[in-house]
């Protein structure tokens, strides 16, 4: 297994740790709670692949009053956009006026990912055709990757 694999291996693997997590806005304590954003931050934090940031303060519902990408900013400072995603990249779907929810791909096909999900009350990992309001055309759903951008 290359440094790569080993890498994207590493990202699913902390991702599923926090299965079963409840939601909770702006957290991110394992067991106790957390939210899709922060979901993100951790597991490439905690992997060792991004340097410690945080991006909170935010309020719980600033996707439907703004216009600004403020979710895409911290995804794409570190990674860049891609069509055809692997196990250990970056899905985001558009809620509101902006992208504001997003998970990490465990599975490329069937396309799965786990992510801090409010309707569920938790972290989970689902496959995105069982979701029928996250693969409804109106998410109009991106993917990135960590690893195709040049790190420090």
Not at 38 to 47: A, E, G, H, N, Y
Not at 74 to 90: L, N
Request: proline residues 6%.
């Amino acid at each position: 297994m290359n440094q790569e694999q080993e890498q994207r291996a590493a990202v699913v693997a902390e991702a599923r740790r926090w299965i079963g997590t409840h939601y909770h806005h702006a957290a991110d304590v394992r067991g106790a709670g957390i939210d899709c954003g922060m979901l993100i931050v951790r597991v490439f934090v905690d992997t060792g692949l991004c340097a410690p940031f945080d991006p909170r303060p935010y309020a719980p519902d600033w996707h439907l009053h703004r216009s600004e990408e403020r979710y895409l900013g911290f995804v794409f400072d570190r990674c860049s956009e891609i069509e055809d995603p692997q196990a250990g990249d970056i899905i985001v779907f558009r809620y509101g006026r902006c992208y504001s929810h997003g998970g990490i791909i465990t599975l490329a096909r069937p396309l799965t990912f786990v992510h801090a999900y409010l309707p569920a009350h938790c972290v989970l990992e689902e496959a995105l055709a069982q979701n029928l309001d996250l693969s409804s055309p109106k998410r109009k759903l991106k993917f990135f990757s960590y690893w195709r951008i040049s790190h420090p």
